[in-house]
């Protein structure tokens, strides 16, 4: 059973989408050297759930820890950061680039009581994983059956 609800970016496709109606159009019409994209990105998530735990893990790769932001307020996840395009001195020089810069920020709202104290987050091989402990009182409880 999934009790969690998660919000995600409903316009992300809709702003890609002049871009690729024109490449689908005319491959030819792109410039030959396209520039750091200023638009905001969205980096992607998993979320699994289980008895005791919901899980986010986010695809960061390229940042470094201290670029990344986590915030529980209430219950909702917010998880913010910035990625830099570390090669300005010959950005110039790029023919293409495809990877996304800049801020972003992803937030989930929780629709049950997790435990704040306990939330944790790891950050390895490029992928932030954060795991929100379910409170007791949104666990499972066995009942058993009294024969009389």
Request: hydrophobic residues 35%; without cysteine.
């Amino acid at each position: 059973m999934n009790n969690a609800r998660f919000d995600r970016d409903p316009f992300e496709a809709l702003m890609r989408l002049p871009d690729d109606m024109l490449r689908s159009l005319n491959p030819r019409a792109a410039s030959p050297r396209e520039h750091v994209s200023s638009r905001v990105w969205s980096p992607p998530v998993d979320v699994y759930e289980d008895q005791d735990v919901i899980v986010i893990q986010a695809e960061l790769p390229g940042m470094k820890q201290e670029d990344i932001d986590i915030e529980m307020t209430g219950e909702t996840l917010t998880i913010r950061g910035e990625r830099k395009f570390e090669d300005e001195q010959r950005r110039d020089r790029y023919v293409r680039i495809e990877r996304q810069y800049g801020a972003f920020q992803r937030s989930f709202t929780i629709g049950i009581p997790i435990e704040e104290n306990k939330v944790k987050a790891t950050y390895r091989n490029g992928i932030l994983e954060v795991t929100l402990p379910k409170a007791e009182v949104t666990k499972p409880k066995k009942v058993q059956v009294a024969v009389e």
